[in-house]
């Protein structure tokens, strides 16, 4: 069956897909693209060193490059450069380096640019056993790393007050990064590696609306890329790695399209009727079920021992279906009591301005609609130079029943 060197190409293709599609989701959530860039550019040096020692390629890509990601991480916590400015001087240093190393091996004859930008022939029936087995021990250690990894993107301190690790976390998907890389190498070359991660998360980016589903479709989205690229490849003669990227550069501006046509619709039918249309996650559903039903505006934590009830364990999962729900116009949060109510008026979200009736004693919350009072704020903002983005006000007093 693996006889034909195109059908190895695809098998290695599509476990490099599965592999790119998740870690890719977090380098675009982190913003870590200059990172991956300095990683494949360190993995040239990798190969220098492989070739000189008669080495395994992939393996000795992996420590180089996990070398030169650990090292960066000790450059951020001893220097006061930015971390931009580190990336790029170990990227081109490396690099550079490696280059060098290239051209004092001129007693061994191997194809550079192979290895720069990939090659579907060099794709042998043992890197399909390293590509597979090395990619499900690369994503079940991703699944193991998964929550403290993700809370701490959304909230770096938040994760570290629960106790989840993230330094940790982060350390171990640094090395996911580098054995991403050294597998990636045959198929999409060492310079393109980061379009892998990037374009295809990029592309899921534009059609999902939570992370799992751009999970999914960013390992979606690198499928059809190498297969797109792949045979293009064969085609038109080019090579494989640059043929799978532009295949995905493709998906990603055929992506763009629905968030044009989103846009569109939204001008269309107006912030009243969006509202209607918008659609609440599981998590956000939950949430706003706990707090519509409540009497009393309810704390953060107070929601938190609530859902947890019904599987929302992770703080962070509590907050993000805050924010959003906030965002919706769903909620409103009681800034002197850092609590949440439900919203009582559909056209807030427009106004832009809610008044809440506070009573001191039993603490009901009652919401004012009054567009009197938004067009009132409006003409003194207008009148005093500023521009509000949102208006808040809250009344104290006794209600009837506590007078």
Request: contains cysteine; aromatic residues 10%.
């Amino acid at each position: 069956m693996f006889d034909d060197f195109f059908i190895r190409a695809l098998v290695a293709g599509i476990g490099v897909a599965f592999i790119t599609g998740p870690l890719g989701c977090f380098v675009v959530w982190r913003r870590l693209s200059y990172f991956g860039d300095t990683l494949a550019h360190s993995a040239l040096l990798g190969v220098t060193i492989a070739l000189s020692l008669e080495f395994n390629i992939a393996l000795s890509v992996f420590i180089t490059a996990s070398v030169i990601a650990l090292f960066l991480i000790q450059l951020q916590k001893k220097t006061n450069l930015p971390g931009d400015a580190l990336l790029g001087l170990l990227a081109h240093s490396s690099l550079g380096i490696g280059l060098v190393a290239i051209g004092f091996l001129s007693f061994i004859r191997f194809d550079v640019m192979g290895l720069l930008f990939g090659d579907i022939l060099a794709v042998t029936t043992n890197d399909l056993l390293v590509i597979w087995i090395g990619g499900i021990l690369i994503l079940l250690t991703l699944r193991f790393i998964w929550k403290p990894l993700f809370a701490s993107t959304v909230n770096y301190e938040l994760a570290e007050a629960e106790g989840l690790k993230p330094d940790i976390a982060k350390a171990i998907f640094t090395l996911l990064m580098a054995a991403v890389i050294a597998l990636s190498i045959k198929m999409i070359g060492l310079l393109l590696i980061t379009g892998m991660l990037i374009i295809p998360a990029a592309f899921a980016r534009n059609l999902s609306d939570t992370p799992k589903q751009m999970v999914l479709f960013s390992i979606i989205g690198g499928l059809l890329s190498v297969i797109l690229g792949l045979f293009s490849s064969l085609k038109f003669n080019t090579p494989s790695g640059p043929s799978i990227i532009t295949a995905a550069l493709v998906l990603f501006i055929i992506s763009l399209f629905k968030i044009k046509q989103t846009i569109k619709l939204k001008n269309w039918l107006g912030n009243d009727n969006i509202m209607v249309m918008q659609t609440l996650t599981r998590n956000q559903q939950i949430v706003f079920d706990i707090i519509n039903k409540s009497s009393e505006p309810l704390k953060a934590y107070t929601i938190l021992s609530n859902v947890q009830k019904k599987g929302i364990k992770a703080p962070p999962q509590v907050y993000r279906a805050l924010d959003k729900l906030i965002e919706m116009g769903k909620i409103h949060k009681i800034e002197s009591k850092n609590a949440f109510v439900a919203c009582q008026n559909s056209s807030c979200n427009v106004s832009k301005a809610t008044a809440f009736s506070i009573c001191e004693s039993c603490e009901e919350v009652t919401e004012i609609s009054n567009s009197k009072i938004s067009k009132y704020l409006s003409n003194f903002a207008e009148k005093a130079g500023m521009e509000y983005k949102k208006y808040n006000l809250e009344f104290f007093g006794l209600c009837k029943k506590c007078k």
